[in-house]
């Protein structure tokens, strides 16, 4: 419940996702400065081996940091997985709008992005990250201040969230896997290398459908943890 996370632990939970934005954001615009003077597009250009690693390995620590800060925060499993989940989603949430401050991009909430790289690339318009964010606010929020007190997350809620998580996750990568096993979309393709795919990739549907039925389950996941009134037996849940 909302007493059981004083007011200052809050605000520094945010203040370090709207620093982890900024900072994001900082390295974005260090990156097209060097790689994309003329501005951001599909497809990429090349990066040496040692910059794509450093970028993987930088995108990985990011996760790190965010499951760290969880776990500090969080007293339950549950509540860990919450603060993580918050801190994630404002990160990204701010993350955008300092690029706009910044670089004056995106252009619309359509723009594509490079959205991440583990395990494969994940694209799609600016506006698919965003609503995550504000449903995994809402599901944090759900968690957090649960009317029951520390209740944990029923398997029935776990098994729609991680349902969910999987179809908005697919919806991701769909263009990208569609763009790599289709040989209509990338004729001149003859190496197995993601460095090389990325060459070539340039984004032309994202699935919305999909999307928005993983969005439907999170929300519905959301919605049967909200119901339950009394704290679930299984600790390992808590």
């Not at 991009?105 to 506006?127: C, E, H, M, R, Y």
Request: glycine fraction near 6%; hydrophobic fraction near 55%; charge should be positive.
């Amino acid at each position: 419940m909302l007493t059981n996370y004083p007011k200052h632990t809050i605000l520094w939970l945010t203040l370090f996702g709207i620093a982890m934005g900024f900072l994001e954001s900082a390295v974005v615009v260090y990156l097209r400065e060097i790689y994309y003077p003329n501005g951001f597009g599909f497809p990429l250009v090349s990066m040496s081996d040692k910059m794509a690693l450093t970028e993987l390995l930088r995108e990985a620590a990011t996760v790190i940091m965010l499951l760290a800060t969880g776990y500090i925060a969080g007293h339950t499993f549950s509540h860990r997985f919450a603060w993580f989940i918050y801190c994630f989603a404002v990160w990204d949430i701010f993350y955008y709008l300092f690029l706009k401050a910044l670089l004056h991009w995106p252009a619309s909430w359509l723009t594509w992005d490079l959205l991440f790289l583990i395990p494969v690339p994940w694209t799609g318009p600016v506006l698919a990250p965003v609503i995550v964010s504000f449903t995994m606010i809402l599901l944090a929020a759900a968690i957090v201040f649960h009317p029951g007190g520390k209740v944990g997350i029923s398997r029935k809620a776990w098994l729609l969230i991680i349902t969910g998580s999987a179809m908005v996750f697919l919806s991701f990568i769909w263009d990208f896997s569609d763009f790599v096993l289709n040989p209509t979309r990338q004729p001149f393709l003859q190496t197995d290398s993601l460095q090389e795919s990325l060459k070539q990739y340039i984004p032309e549907k994202f699935n919305w459908p999909v999307f928005t039925v993983g969005e439907l389950i999170l929300l519905s996941g959301l919605f049967v943890y909200w119901r339950l009134k009394k704290p679930v037996r299984n600790s390992k849940l808590l």
